[in-house]
C-alpha cells in the first residue's frame, strides 16, 4: 500500500508541476504575452481595451528590450573580468534602422511574438511600421558605421560605438506654393523605447573664453581656462546584438543641453522670447543631423 501510495504522490507531483519562467527574460508564449500586458499597464498606464497600435509597438519593444538588457549586463561583466582590449568606433552617423524586427531575430523570439498578437488580434507588421526611422545620419557613412556594429557584435568582438543623437535627424522634404520647404523630423517626440538615458555620466563640455595668469600658493606662475560657457553632454546608450550569438555591445550616443537653462548672462540676441533663448545657441548643434540645417539655424542665432 505504502509503495501504491507513493507512486500516486509522484503521478500527482508530476501532474501539477509548473514551469515558471522570469517575465524579463523568458521566451515562452505565455510569458511573452504576460510581458506584453505588463509592459502596456504599468509602463504606459494603458490597459488592453484601449491600447492603440503604437502602445502595442511600445510594449513589444519594451518585452525584446528586457530579453537584451539581460543579455547585454552579462557581456558587460565577462568584458570586465576578462580586462579585455575594446573597439572603440566614432562616428558622426549612426544609421541603425528600425531595430524591432531585427531585435526580435536577434533574441529568437520573432514566431512567438506573432503568436502573442495574434491573440490580441494584431499584426507584427503593423507594429514595425509604427516605429519611427532613428534620425542618425543621411548617407553611407552612417550605414557602415552601423554594419560595422552589427559586424562586432556578431562577431563577439568588444565594441562601443561613440555618436551624437541628433534629436531631429533628416528633415523632410515638402512643396508648398512650388518650393521646396524643409520640415523637422520629430522622430525622438514619442519617446524612444530602444535607447536607456545615463544621468549620472554627464559631463561638461566648455567652449571660447580666455586664459589668465595667476600664482599658486607656493609663487609659482600657472596659466587657467576660463571657459566662455558650458554645455552639459548626456549619454544614451542603445543596445546591439549580434546574431546567432548572446553577445550585445553597446552604442553610445550624446545629446547636448544648456548648464544653465536660464542663464540670461550668456545670450545671444535673437528674435525669441524670453527665458527660452538661452537654449538654442547651446543646443542647436545635436538637433539636426544635415549640415545645411545646422548652418541654417546657426545663421539665425548669430
Not at 24 to 29: E, F, K, V
Amino acid at each position: 500500500m505504502q509503495e501504491v501510495h507513493q507512486e500516486q504522490s509522484a503521478s500527482y507531483t508530476e501532474k501539477v508541476k509548473i514551469q515558471v519562467e522570469d517575465d524579463r527574460t523568458g521566451t515562452s508564449l505565455d510569458t511573452i504575452k504576460r510581458a506584453i500586458a505588463d509592459n502596456l499597464y504599468y509602463l504606459q498606464g494603458k490597459d488592453i481595451e484601449f491600447a492603440t497600435t503604437y502602445n502595442y509597438y511600445m510594449a513589444l519593444a519594451y518585452t525584446v528590450r528586457d530579453r537584451l538588457l539581460h543579455r547585454w549586463l552579462k557581456t558587460t561583466k565577462t568584458y570586465f573580468h576578462q580586462n579585455v582590449k575594446t573597439v572603440y568606433y566614432l562616428s558622426a552617423e549612426f544609421l541603425m534602422g528600425r531595430q524591432l524586427a531585427k531585435n526580435l531575430v536577434n533574441v529568437g523570439c520573432w514566431e512567438v511574438a506573432c503568436q502573442a498578437l495574434e491573440e490580441s488580434c494584431l499584426k507584427l507588421d503593423d507594429l514595425i511600421e509604427k516605429e519611427p526611422e532613428p534620425g542618425l545620419g543621411n548617407g553611407g557613412l552612417g550605414r557602415l558605421a552601423a554594419c560595422f556594429l552589427d559586424s562586432l557584435a556578431t562577431l563577439e568582438i568588444p565594441a562601443v560605438g561613440y555618436g551624437i543623437r541628433y534629436e531631429f535627424g533628416i528633415f523632410k522634404q515638402q512643396i508648398q506654393n512650388g518650393y521646396q520647404v524643409e520640415q523637422p523630423d520629430k522622430w525622438l517626440s514619442l519617446g524612444n523605447p530602444w535607447e536607456i538615458p545615463r544621468h549620472e555620466d554627464q559631463v561638461e563640455i566648455k567652449f571660447g573664453g580666455y586664459t589668465e595668469a595667476y600664482p599658486d600658493k607656493q609663487g609659482n606662475y600657472r596659466v587657467r581656462w576660463i571657459p566662455e560657457r558650458t554645455v552639459i553632454g548626456m549619454p544614451y546608450d542603445t543596445l546591439v546584438p549580434g546574431y546567432n550569438t548572446n553577445t550585445v555591445n553597446t552604442l553610445r550616443l550624446w545629446s547636448a543641453k544648456a548648464s544653465n537653462e536660464f542663464d540670461l548672462q550668456v545670450l545671444i540676441p535673437v528674435t525669441i522670447t524670453a527665458p527660452s533663448k538661452t537654449k538654442l545657441p547651446l543646443k542647436i548643434f545635436p538637433k539636426y543631423s544635415t549640415p545645411t540645417i545646422i548652418y541654417f539655424k546657426a545663421k539665425c542665432c548669430a
